[in-house]
């Protein structure tokens, strides 16, 4: 009977041992270099609206997936150097640079908390990120709507949207043109961040 008992606690534990594995052992994802990855920065000004671009930046994510959706995160997150944003003005560029104190805190970059997927159709779902969000030194936490999509070479889109304010960064609102042109406070993120999976990790 020990024998029996001893056993059965065995088997017990090797099968939380595998569920453990598959749950931490995800592999690892990094942004590659598709032409599919955009980052937006864009707002308002008293003269025209005015959009600052990069498609260039690092990230990292951990994905649970079977053959068509992504079914758990256990880490994700994404930087933008600063300077690599452009307006194709180059006085706002300079005195966004300023604003965003690039000089000390080069990156703005998200680091995830928690997920919530929502499963959609075919390869598609919806994630309720919550995490930080760090810009010019100052961090907040927010939730973003992720819109994750696996594509045919197992590499995973994530794309989504925030409204933030400048001023909860204590970003003050860049001016060009000697002042005449005003920027908004209220600016609005836009990201498209494709992650391929690692191999020989």
Sequence with gaps: MKKIITKGWLLITIGIMGFNHNLYSQPLYQVSSSKNN??????TSTLHNWTMDSKTFTGNAQFGSNAHQVTSIKSLDFALIVLNLKSGESGLDKNAYKALKAGQHKNIHFKLISATIVPGEGNKCLVKALGTLK???V?????L?????VNDDASV???GSDKIKMSDYQVKPPTFMLGAMKTGDAITLDFT????KQTGI
């Excluded at 961090?139 to 939730?143: D, E, G, P, R």
């Design 139 to 143: 961090t907040k936490t927010i939730t």
């Design 157 to 159: 889109t994530c794309s």
């Design 145 to 149: 709507d992720v819109d994750c999509v």
């Design 135 to 137: 810009i010019a030194g």
């Design 193 to 196: 961040l494709v992650y391929k």
């Design 38 to 43: 955009d980052m937006k920065l864009s707002g």
